[in-house]
């Protein structure tokens, strides 16, 4: 059974960067790709991006690209998203989930909270 | 704005059936490309509820079924009961190589 463990709360500055791990236990950690979704308060799920561990490669949803990078360390079974240039707006429940094609995301972390305030 | 259109909010009875839409477009659901669903409780992450348009995974109620026609999809849910109080999203993909999301639906149980 696979597990989705992320790290903990964040307090960020605008202008500064966060960076967000995603520890898998179960299943095989390079064989399935770990994408990232963030949830704003009272707001709906948004896909920023995914990496496959296995190939190494990231793709990013056109709205973060170039602010957000995605990484995985197979030798720990960790993935990694950092978002940089921080701003209010990005205050946000950053989660990590593992997708299976055809089979959704499934399962996700517990979510870490990021705020950003001055 | 989501590029998958569902209702804000829908409600319902104890024990009475309801459904919620997810309208996508020809580069996301009408090309052919799976639609999910999850299940979101207050303050929890979200849950996979159906995949595959239709699939439920293991340890889901069969009171959750999911359907699939043209450039839209519908999570049914019957029997309804007080726990199923939460916010319902449907998930695809989009030919622009992203995964797409619904806007969320709140489900009230009356």
């Known amino acids: 059974q696979v597990q989705l463990v992320q790290s903990g709360a964040e307090v960020k500055k605008p202008g500064s960067s966060v960076k967000v791990s995603c520890k898998a236990s179960g299943g095989t950690f390079s064989s399935y790709t770990i994408s990232w979704v963030r949830q704003a308060p009272g707001q709906g799920l948004e896909w920023m991006g995914r990496i496959i561990p296995i190939l190494g490669i990231a793709n990013y949803a056109q709205k973060f690209q170039g602010r957000v990078t995605i990484t995985a360390d197979k030798s720990t079974s960790t993935a990694y998203m950092e978002l940089s240039s921080l701003r209010s707006e990005d205050t946000a429940v950053y989660y990590c989930?593992?997708?299976?094609?055809?089979?959704?995301?499934?399962?996700w972390g517990q979510g870490t909270l990021v705020t950003v305030s001055s | 704005q989501s590029v998958l259109t569902q209702p804000p909010s829908v409600s319902g009875a104890p024990g009475q059936r309801v459904t919620i839409s997810c309208t996508g477009s020809?580069?996301?659901?009408?090309?052919?490309?799976?639609v999910h669903w999850y299940q979101q409780l207050p303050g929890t992450a979200p849950k996979l509820l159906i995949y595959?348009?239709?699939n439920r995974p293991s340890g889901v109620p069969d009171r959750f079924s999911g359907s699939k026609s043209g450039t839209s999809a519908s999570l049914a849910i019957t029997g309804l009961q007080a726990e199923d109080e939460a916010d319902y999203y449907c998930q695809s993909y989009d030919s622009s190589l992203s995964e797409v999301f619904g806007g969320g639906t709140k489900l009230t149980v009356l």
């Open positions: 020809s580069s996301n659901i009408g090309a052919g490309y799976d």
């Open positions: 595959g348009n239709s």
């Open positions: 989930a593992r997708s299976v094609p055809f089979r959704g995301f499934d399962p």
